[in-house]
């Protein structure tokens, strides 16, 4: 069982080696959003302190998203979905791999960089650990729920902006306890309140988002 | 042993196909006929459990295929219409990855030799983007020289992109295949010229 997990997520991160531009796109998308809004709000140090936590998950979100499509979609086209249908594990199984792969990929290059982007908005020194662990936590959540929206959307023309219709409400409750953790710690208050609730979220995303992937996926692929 | 028994299905709100039954024993192979869009696809498909059938059963050594849940995926191959191949990954790659998630891990060795035996010599290293459509057919196809211990093989137009010399290829594996006592139901709209002990044909009307 354990093994099945791993070869798929080995597979997909060999397939993200290969094409390495995928990968890039999403990192250089939260790059360039989260760098925008300083050049269109001036450089005002104490309007750019308050609004950081917000730009930088809402650019977070907006990036994740970005990458769902990849999720299915290409195994889709070439017939490897039917095939990772068929693998002898439970659905869920395979789910759980081809999500902890997506977070591989796409969310923690965003978590690892974005303590980077947050100096240019000069957020103070003790609220980057908080940054950094609202993300690792809120971060899979992302890649979790949009498996969701990912898995229901398969196979559908135009389905990327549907996926955000989907995906983006669902995202609010993220957003909500992320960019509050790291405002609590901005302006001196206990953030741990926030972490507490994006842990819980994460839990009760681990256990079931998988199974209602599935679930999608096989209304999907009928 | 696989049964059919009075299988309907439904595709949106047409009815494609209804009251379809066979046996499938060892060694037999079922070639199921007719035109495009019948529902022979669909067929397979629901044989795989990829698709609910709106009537009827599809029953494996006597149970539901529904009571088999995942194990009943350990009995079969199916090759599908698309060949299920990564295009960023060589032919090699492809068929280690297919082997270790069917649960039937190969070596490198193995799959170089069923490779070579479809005809893909000196081409196991190439991204599969670089092959032709019939050679990602035969790299497709070469599953199942690594899918010999599962017993019932599905292939949905196994034939198609073949020239003459890969399809005579395919035919020898399949009848190695029923030999052995193995189970092939497939689609074609080529003679299917296996020799077995027991070929049925299936013909649904669209």
Known sequence: MMRTLGHIVSRDILLAIRRRADVATTLFFFVIVASLFPLGMGPEPKLLRAMAPGILWVAALLASMLSLGRLFDADYADGCLEQLMLVPEPLALVVIGKVMAHWLISGLPLVLI???????????????????????????????????????????RGGGVLVSLLVLPLYVPVLIFGA??????????????HLSILGALLLLG???APWATAAALRISLE | MLEIIGLGCVRGERRLFGNVSFTLEPGGLVWIQGGNGSGKTTLLRTLCGLTQAMAGEVRWRGEPIQAWGEDYRRELTYIAHANGL???LSAQENLLVAARLARQPASRVEVDGAL?????????????????????????????????????????????ALDTHA???????????????????LTSHQDVGVQAADTQVLRLNA
Do not use: Y
Request: proline letters at 6%; a neutral charge; zero cysteines.
């Open chain 2, 86 to 88: 990564k295009e960023e």
């Open chain 1, 114 to 156: 974005a303590p980077v982007i947050a100096l240019q908005f000069d957020l103070p020194a003790g609220s980057l650990g908080t940054l950094l662990l609202a993300l690792l936590l809120g971060t899979p959540l992302l890649s979790l729920i949009g498996a969701i929206g990912a898995a229901l959307t398969v196979g559908v």
């Open chain 2, 116 to 160: 070579q035996d479809m005809g893909l010599a000196g081409r196991e290293h190439l991204p599969v983007k670089f092959l032709s459509q019939g050679q990602r057919r035969r790299a497709a196809l070469a599953r199942l020289k690594l899918a010999q211990p599962r017993p019932l093989w599905l292939l949905d137009e196994p034939f198609n």
């Open chain 2, 167 to 185: 399809v005579a290829g395919v035919r020898q594996i399949m009848e190695d295949h029923l030999t052995r006592g193995g189970m092939i139901a």
């Open chain 1, 206 to 208: 681990m256990v079931l």
């Open chain 1, 180 to 193: 509050g953790a790291v405002d609590a710690s901005a302006t001196g208050m206990d953030a741990s309140g």
